[in-house]
């Protein structure tokens, strides 16, 4: 299924996405060492209810997870990347961590995640990693716009993710989102310009780069959900849901100033 918004629904949809960012980054002023994963998801929660907002993912239960997902939010800590579920851990300073969050609100879903480094002083390998991931979404709206395809987005993502020297996996990538958080059309992070679905106007996309350090293989955790990279090296992912108009994209995940 693929749907187009219609102006009333696009409004809608600009409220989820500020939510959703707003969401992320007060978790992410939280995430401090010592801050356990499942106090995250507890916030998560709360924030989600106190909203007036729907979780997309507590009763989620997908081909690729083990059963309802049963929690509110992702979170993947250094090899984990992608549906890292939320456990007893405590954070550490030093640990990369990857924040994925989709609500739904006033009918319209919202999809966004950040990666950051917990404490004052990552690793420089890591802040490059993430930047990166940030640069190849940038990349990827920056495309987006009517007429232009779905292949023209994953060529875009591919190139600034391959420049920089990361493998690609194009097993989970971006989707479409609207009254539902997956739908089609399905956007890997690497592809031919030129191909797939032609965008339109009201069409809303999530568009997700992520990597892991020197590895496209994933592995499963024994959890069923929690994906990491075969090599145990670390990861990173970097999503915005964004909006097709008239001229361009419109990023709708971006943070309001009041949380910023
Ligand atoms: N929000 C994720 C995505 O980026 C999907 C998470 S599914 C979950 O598409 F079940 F793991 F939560
Ligand atoms: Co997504």
């Known amino acids: 299924m693929i749907e187009i918004l219609s102006t009333s629904e696009l409004a809608r949809a600009r409220v989820t996405g500020a939510l959703v960012a707003d969401i992320l980054q007060a978790l992410r002023k939280r995430s401090i060492a010592g801050t356990n994963l499942l106090e995250i998801d507890r916030w998560a929660r709360e924030m989600i209810i106190g909203a007036g907002a729907q979780s997309c ?3 989620y239960a997908p081909s690729f997870g083990r059963g309802p997902f049963g929690h509110y939010i992702c979170t993947a800590v250094n090899d984990a990347v992608l549906h890292g579920l939320p456990h007893d851990y405590a954070l550490a300073d030093g640990d990369l961590l990857t924040l994925d969050l989709a609500v739904l609100k006033g009918g319209i879903a ?4 950040i990666s950051f480094v917990v404490g004052p002083s990552g690793r420089a390998e890591d802040a490059v990693m993430i930047a990166t991931t940030e640069r190849a979404l940038a990349a990827g709206i920056a495309v987006a716009r009517p007429g232009a395809r779905t292949g023209d987005i994953s060529y875009a993502i591919g190139a600034v993710l391959s420049a920089a020297g990361y493998p690609i996996n194009t097993e989970f990538g971006g989707h479409g989102i609207g009254s539902t958080m997956h739908q089609e059309p399905h956007i ?4 031919r310009p030129g191909r797939g679905y032609a965008l339109r106007p009201g069409l809303l996309l999530a568009l ?3 990597v892991m350090a020197d ?3 994933l592995v ?6 929690t994906l990491r990279s075969v090599t145990g090296s670390r990861t990173a992912h970097s999503e915005h849901t964004i909006a097709i108009t008239d001229s361009g994209a419109e990023i709708l995940t ?7």
Do not use: C, F, I, K
């Open 215 to 217: 590895t496209a293989e």
């Open 208 to 210: 997700e780069p992520w």
């Open 110 to 113: 919202a999809d966004a995640a």
């Open 57 to 59: 993912y507590v009763d």
């Open 220 to 225: 499963t955790d024994p959890d069923g959900w």
């Open 188 to 191: 890997t992070n690497n592809g």
């Open 254 to 260: 971006l943070p309001t100033s009041a949380t910023q």
